[in-house]
């Protein structure tokens, strides 16, 4: 089993930043892949970013320039740098964990982007 905490979020002016972050504590092991998600209202959830245990990293085009994912495997947490929002970005941003035979979802942490 595996766990991820959500946090970071909050509500942000256009053309400011947040910092995501995503603790995974258990079977850590097992993670080959880790996602960010969002899912705005009324709207799909969609794939963000993705970071490989590699180190390969994939950003949704839109997100490119703007969006950044890392990881810390020290502290066994991923990030997801978000600079320059706009209010399109506003959603519940979801982490997830991919490994073998199944995944692992947070519980989301909502970013606002508002004036």
């Known amino acids: 089993q595996v766990q991820l905490v959500e946090s970071g979020g909050g509500l942000v002016q256009p053309g400011g930043s947040l910092r995501l972050s995503c603790a995974a504590s258990g079977a850590i092991r097992s993670i080959y892949a880790w996602d960010w998600y969002r899912q705005a209202p009324g709207k799909e959830r969609e794939l963000v970013a993705r970071?490989?245990?590699?180190?390969?990293?994939n950003l949704l085009d839109s997100m490119k320039g703007r969006f950044t994912i890392s990881r810390d495997s020290a502290k066994n947490t991923v990030y997801l740098q978000m600079n320059s929002l706009k209010p399109e970005d506003t959603a519940v941003y979801y982490c997830?964990?991919?490994?073998?035979?199944?995944?692992?979802w947070g519980q989301g942490t909502q970013v606002t982007v508002s004036s």
């Open positions: 970071i490989t245990s590699g180190g390969i990293t």
């Open positions: 997830r964990a991919d490994s073998i035979g199944r995944d692992y």
